[in-house]
């Protein structure tokens, strides 16, 4: 039961490098999302998806962005990392908007 | 704008005593309801949810909570706390009308031996 797989665990980046964040959903759920945890600031949902072929913005979308190709991968871009995107970065899935969301166990990543 | 309180950053209590988290919510109508559980290291893990019905939920691991519309509170229990329990707790509201969800600061709970 792999469930919300994320990939990598942990990236350090230097400040201006680009990467990709990778999750994978096996539960066929239709809607996922990507959050930024930080301390004392709970979750930020950063961007969403309804559906395949489908993205949309969250509370804290700059510097951000998004592709969901194929159903069940829900791709996540930084185009030019800043010191303020180090944090820990969760995907989620659910079946419907108000499902509970299943969780990946979260990708660490500091930009120095 | 409807939000989620978590009035408590930290709580600690002793082993074998009982639990309670508190959340409020600010939403017109009956929102959806959820707790999740953070174990160090991990992603969130749902407990229990509230959709509607009776107003009182069991979850796993034994906790249980309270829907009281009157007081916009969504509090969470446990009648005996073990040492296992030690986690960051979240509350989380689902808006209908703006069709997502909304996540509380959380809570971190330490169990005293």
């Known amino acids: 039961n792999a469930g919300v797989t994320q990939t990598p665990k942990f990236r350090v980046l230097k400040t201006g490098q680009s990467m990709t964040l990778l999750c994978a959903q096996d539960?066929?759920?239709?809607?996922m999302y990507w959050y930024r945890q930080d301390p004392g600031m709970g979750l930020r949902l950063i961007h969403y998806?309804?559906?395949?072929?489908?993205?949309a913005k969250g509370e804290v979308p700059d510097g951000y962005n998004v592709s969901r190709l194929k159903k069940q991968n829900f791709l996540l871009g930084l185009e030019s990392a800043a010191p303020s995107q180090t944090s820990v970065y969760f995907c989620?899935?659910?079946?419907?908007?108000?499902?509970?969301?299943?969780f990946g166990d979260g990708t660490r990543l500091s930009i120095l | 704008a409807q939000s989620v309180t978590q009035p408590d950053i930290h709580i600690t209590v002793s082993e074998g005593a009982s639990l309670e988290l508190r959340c409020n919510y600010s939403?017109?109508?009956?929102?959806?309801l959820f707790w999740y559980v953070q174990s160090p290291g991990q992603g969130l893990q749902l407990l229990l949810k509230?959709?509607?019905?009776?107003?009182l939920v069991q979850g796993i691991k034994g906790f249980e909570a309270e829907f009281k519309r009157s007081q916009s509170s969504f509090n969470l229990r446990k009648p005996s706390v073990h040492w296992s329990d030690a986690a960051e707790y979240f509350c989380?509201?689902?808006?209908?009308?703006?069709?997502?969800?909304?996540f509380g600061d959380g809570t971190t709970l330490t169990v005293k031996p």
């Open positions: 989380a509201v689902f808006n209908t009308n703006a069709g997502k969800s909304t």
């Open positions: 989620a899935s659910s079946w419907t908007a108000y499902q509970p969301q299943h």
């Open positions: 509230y959709f509607s019905g009776d107003t």
């Open positions: 998806s309804v559906g395949e072929g489908t993205t």
């Open positions: 939403y017109g109508a009956t929102p959806y």
């Open positions: 539960m066929n759920h239709e809607y």
